[in-house]
């Protein structure tokens, strides 16, 4: 019978440790870093040069990361070492032959402290590091705007190429590209917040079906868990501004860096959003496609 509670208890104690580990693989951010929607030719324009950093600023940017990364594993320290420590103890007091009613009060207390263990940590991991920070990115409170990009003249006059792109670009001259990018980037973040969150109709509102049905199929597949996908360089340019079949396409190109799970390095990314609007107006800009690069 001592036996078998020890078996139980290291059995609960690795299904604990396999669930988190499954939890944290699922961890992607909106889209799950695949193409998915609408996906087109145009390809981003060529990296821009990127002035050398001083030999001081290395050192710090590299020393954050991996203070970050070994305060992540120190984290399950404490965890680990409660729980060897109470298999330990339900072990001996087995080998000397205590009381069942010891043993049995023991173990109770056992679980208690390891639940209390494992809700600090998921609280401390997905509830208490707050909402992703971008430098530069003018949001104040944590509060985004919505999607408006009523401002910007799709298809009117001429055409002319946006900065670091061909001649060939097809960008409207009245074309406020500056001010749409701002937006963009302000959306991405608020997007990749959303879906952290899990907050499905604010997905919806801003994303065709097809996307949408893909994000929500995302959520379920990770058990509609909390996440934290942390931007913490965002970049945007135009690629072009075309109108097809009734509808203004505008394709996006983000990148810059981001990490998809808490205490991560961050790492590069770049892909393509597609947004769409009816040439009537009869509905505002919805992201029709992620396309990621080759």
């Known amino acids: 019978m001592k036996l078998s509670l020890i078996t139980m208890i290291t059995a609960a104690t690795t299904f604990i440790g396999l669930g988190i580990a ?3 693989a699922e961890a992607k951010r909106l889209g799950g870093g695949k193409s998915t929607g609408m996906t087109r030719s145009a390809t981003p324009p060529p990296p821009q040069a990127v002035p050398p ?3 001081t600023a290395a050192p710090a940017a590299a020393a954050a990361p991996a203070a970050a990364a070994a305060a992540g594993k120190r984290s399950w320290l404490g965890p680990i070492a409660g729980l060897a420590a109470g298999l330990g103890l339900v072990a001996l007091l087995s080998h000397f032959g205590l009381g069942e009613g010891v043993a049995n009060f023991l173990m109770i207390a056992f679980f208690v402290i390891a639940a209390i263990f494992l809700v600090r940590f998921l609280m401390n991991r997905f509830m208490g590091q707050g909402r992703p920070q971008l430098a530069g990115a003018n ?9 408006h990009f009523e401002a910007a003249k799709v298809g009117a006059g001429g055409t002319a190429p946006a900065a670091g792109m061909a001649s060939t670009s097809n960008i409207p001259v009245d074309f406020d590209v500056e001010g749409f990018l701002r937006q963009a980037k302000l959306n991405f973040i608020r997007l990749q917040a959303a879906n952290d969150r899990g907050d499905m109709d604010d997905i919806k509102s801003f994303t065709s079906p097809e996307v949408f049905a893909e994000i929500q199929m995302q959520y379920e ?7 934290l996908t942390d931007v913490t360089q965002l970049d945007a340019s135009l690629i072009e501004v075309v109108t097809e079949d009734d509808q203004h396409i505008v394709s996006v190109h983000f990148h810059g860096l981001l990490s998809e799970e808490a205490g991560a390095t961050p790492a590069p990314f770049g892909e393509i959003w597609h947004l769409t609007k009816p040439v009537n107006g009869s509905r505002g800009w919805l992201v ?3 396309q990621q690069l080759a």
């Open 53 to 55: 950093k001083t030999a």
């Open 139 to 147: 949001n104040v409170g944590g509060r985004v705007d919505p999607m």
């Open 22 to 24: 499954s939890t944290e």
């Open 221 to 227: 597949e990770r058990d509609r868990a909390p996440q």
């Open 288 to 290: 029709a496609g992620i």
